[in-house]
Nanobody, 120 residues
Framework: VQLQASGGGLVQAGGSLRLSCAAS????????MAWFRQAPGKEREFVAR????????YYADSVKGRFTISRDNAKDTVYLQMNSLKPEDTAVYYC??????????????WGQGTQVTVSS
């Protein structure tokens, strides 16, 4: 299984970015796909998850109303649309996949991470 994250970059506060996570190596129906992030000096934290089959979503309170997770079944890709970005959203963002009931994990597979930097 491979998860390839992309789409990070430098953006001003209030701006938007869309992250992508291309998944390959197996069928992901029945899996949960998620985004986590880790800021310098901080622990990795849960951001959002989507159930591959149903499309149901769940968000951390810190991003609710600003971020949207979605998936494209035909492309085996999960997206994280990030709007109204804040400097505190600066982190390395990781995508993850797993068969988990609990939104925050544990997850079995992880991508390599993509850097998001929000300037004030």
């Amino acid at each position: 299984v491979q998860l390839q994250a992309s789409g990070g970059g430098l953006v001003q506060a209030g701006g938007s970015l869309r992250l992508s996570c291309a998944a390959s190596g197996r069928t992901f129906s029945g899996y949960t796909m998620a985004w986590f992030r880790q800021a310098p000096g901080k622990e990795r934290e849960f951001v959002a998850r989507i159930r591959w089959s149903s499309g149901s979503t769940y968000y951390a309170d810190s991003v609710k109303g600003r971020f949207t997770i979605s998936r494209d079944n035909a492309k085996d890709t999960v997206y994280l649309q990030m709007n109204s970005l804040k400097p505190e959203d600066t982190a390395v963002y990781y995508c993850a996949a797993g068969v988990t009931v609990v939104s925050t994990g544990p997850y079995d597979y992880w991508g390599q991470g993509t850097q998001v930097t929000v300037s004030s």
